[in-house]
């Protein structure tokens, strides 16, 4: 079992940075995929970045390639979302999530367990 609690968001205009985090208990939070998703009102949840059980994979949507880097700290049993760049269009709730297996997979079936969500608010 893994409880996720994101922390970070808020609002900043176009252009700037925000640094989500998603703080997991459990002893086995190193044995887990995590990602980010993300909710804009009326839309579809979609896949925004992931990483590997130890680090080594990532993946990305194209949208927010060259702009938001995803990383994790098994030690402190926190994965991080750096976001750059922000456009309006990232404004969403932004969700953590975590599978169990190595595999960095970008549907949100694909995952177990969730985060409560935290707001993201970009404005032009």
């Known amino acids: 079992q893994v409880q996720l609690v994101e922390s970070g968001g808020g609002l900043v205009q176009a252009g700037g940075s925000l640094r989500l985090s998603c703080a997991a208990s459990?002893?086995?939070?190193?044995?887990?995929?995590l990602g980010w998703f993300r909710q804009a009102p009326g839309k579809e949840r979609e896949f925004v970045a992931g990483?590997?059980?130890?680090?080594?994979?990532?993946s990305y949507a194209d949208s927010v390639k060259g702009r938001f880097t995803i990383s994790r700290d098994n030690a402190k049993n926190t994965v991080y979302l750096q976001m750059n760049s922000l456009k309006p269009e990232d404004t969403a709730v932004y969700y953590c999530?975590?599978?169990w297996g190595t595999g960095v997979l970008v549907t949100a079936q694909s995952y177990d367990y969730w985060g409560q969500g935290t707001q993201v608010t970009v404005s032009s």
């Open positions: 459990g002893r086995t939070f190193s044995s887990y995929t």
């Open positions: 990483i590997s059980w130890r680090g080594g994979s990532t």
């Open positions: 999530a975590a599978r």
